[in-house]
């Protein structure tokens, strides 16, 4: 019996990460970097990546949408927990903010590294 309680324990948290997804994409700045994230698939299709440039892309585009995701619950529990304006639950969700500010650079780093050769060669032979 607890093993088909487990399963069903497991169904449920799945279901439940699956909802927390549906909360996430109603940011709109999750959007954006949702669909930061097919673009770059695209593009990595077009161009052919190698194994190694999808491993760094997947890499990074899963940190940025992750770090979104942290920050948008780290934002939904401030609010919660203070509701009125506070230096500290404003400084929460900026430090929150920058985390994901960081991984974003570090994803356009990626994207210079893997798609900037490409883009040269583009752009010497126009």
Request: aromatic share 6%; glycine share 6%; charged share 15%.
């Amino acid at each position: 019996m607890k093993e088909v309680q487990r399963s069903v324990s497991r169904w449920a948290s799945f279901g439940h990460a699956v909802r927390g997804l549906r909360v996430l994409l109603r940011q709109p700045n999750a959007r954006i970097h949702a669909v930061a994230a097919v673009l770059v698939t695209v593009a990595g299709c077009w161009a052919e990546v190698s194994s190694g440039q999808w491993l760094a892309l997947v890499l990074a585009m899963t940190l940025v949408i992750a770090a979104e995701a942290l920050n948008t619950a780290l934002e939904l529990v401030v609010d919660l927990a203070s509701p009125q304006w506070h230096d500290l639950a404003r400084d929460a969700k900026d430090v929150a903010a920058a985390g994901v500010l960081v991984c974003s650079l570090g994803a356009c780093v990626v994207g210079i590294l893997v798609f900037g050769p490409l883009l040269f060669r583009l752009l010497s032979v126009a």
